[in-house]
């Protein structure tokens, strides 16, 4: 055996990191994710960061200070959660930036919010993110609202939810259309359109701000508001689509 390979094998380590029992506490965490179902990409995502840096923790010794989020989010899972936007709201909290060797905050490249310089933007919250509050959505509502755009919105809802039948013009989307019906008894219904001129992104980020960030509850609350669902309806699909007014 080489010099350099006899070397690494005493001190137990390979050319692609340490051995799995000197794996640090944010890779032997992310190994059992990885047990769990979840990928590293997939990690990623959850964390805001780059799939490279999740292999960085086994092969490079990094990932100290992920360990709270990636603690938060093995809970969550072990719990039944498996929504990738839901497991992000719950890390969030616990993410904290690196220090710099001078003991300042370093700089984390994030992704921004996805508006295009035409202000047309998409988000979607499934059935678990919704329950706790879409929070993913927020953001791009505040944008919106800060670059002055208009707004539109999808929600899903068991059809006995709606107070109008599908196709009524006393209901926002007032042509068939705008209504998708689905095999398990619920009906997707589209508000504002560019055609129609949608709504102020000002407005419903007041709203939001209203209800505590909580945008399911905030879309909710618009739609019981103006008669066009029960009070006990769900919400159980969630989209938010943004463009600027012409």
């Known amino acids: 055996m080489p010099p350099r390979n006899r070397r690494r094998a005493a001190a137990g380590t390979s050319r692609t990191g340490p051995t799995g029992r000197d794996l640090n506490e944010a890779a032997r965490i992310t190994a059992r994710l990885q047990q769990a179902g979840l990928t590293k990409a997939d990690i990623a995502r959850i964390l805001g960061r780059d799939p490279s840096l999740i292999s960085q923790f086994a092969t490079r010794n990094k990932g100290a200070a992920f360990v709270p989020a990636l603690t938060q989010i093995e809970r969550a899972v072990a719990g039944g959660i498996s929504d990738r936007e839901e497991l992000a709201a719950i890390a969030a909290p616990h993410i904290t930036r ?91 219904r589209s508000y504002g359109s560019a055609h129609t001129g949608g709504f102020d992104a000002a407005e419903f980020a007041a709203r939001v701000d209203a209800a505590g960030g909580d945008v399911t509850a905030a879309v909710h609350a618009f739609l019981v508001e103006t008669g066009r669902v029960h009070p006990s309806a769900r919400i159980i699909h969630l989209e938010i689509r943004t463009w600027r007014a012409r």
């Open 98 to 188: 690196r220090t710099t060797a001078s003991g300042s905050r370093a700089r984390v490249r994030t992704k921004a919010v996805l508006i295009t310089p035409a202000g047309t933007g998409t988000g979607r919250a499934g059935a678990q993110a919704i329950a706790s509050g879409s929070a993913r959505l927020r953001p791009l509502i505040a944008e919106a609202a800060r670059l002055g755009l208009r707004l539109a919105f999808t929600v899903r809802v068991a059809k006995t939810g709606y107070i109008h039948p599908s196709g009524s013009r006393t209901d926002s989307p007032g042509i068939r259309r705008s209504v998708i019906q689905r095999a398990d008894h619920t009906e997707e």
